[in-house]
């Protein structure tokens, strides 16, 4: 059973900056994509970044130039690294793992960015 594990969210004013850490119980290389997904209270979850088994990245525009998604691969861990934070980053932000047949997801952990 393929785990994954968020961690360090919480509470920043505007303009801060928060890592957010997605450690996998197995390879991550076994994974066609792993990324970070939020949900706002009463708005559909959606895809903020994405990183492919091959290292290439996307984006949402709303994040682009202010969120860097990367990996370790050693450790199994992707990250989220978020700056320049707004009111409206606030969500629970979701870790994501896919393969061809799978879809994996984490329990989540809370960003709240106070103006």
């Known amino acids: 059973q393929v785990q994954l594990a968020e961690s360090g969210g919480g509470l920043v004013q505007a303009g801060g900056s928060l890592r957010l850490s997605c450690a996998a119980s197995?390879?991550?290389?076994?994974?066609?994509?792993m990324g970070w997904y939020r949900q706002a209270p009463g708005k559909q979850r959606e895809l903020v970044a994405a990183?492919?088994?091959?290292?290439?990245?996307s984006y949402a525009d709303s994040v682009k130039g202010r969120f860097t998604i990367s990996r370790d691969i050693a450790k199994n861990t992707v990250y989220l690294q978020m700056n320049s934070l707004k009111p409206e980053d606030t969500a629970v932000y979701y870790c994501?793992?896919?393969?061809?047949?799978?879809?994996?997801w984490g329990q989540g952990t809370q960003v709240t960015v106070s103006s």
């Open positions: 994501n793992a896919d393969t061809y047949i799978m879809d994996y």
């Open positions: 197995t390879r991550i290389l076994s994974f066609d994509h």
């Open positions: 990183i492919a088994a091959g290292g290439s990245t």
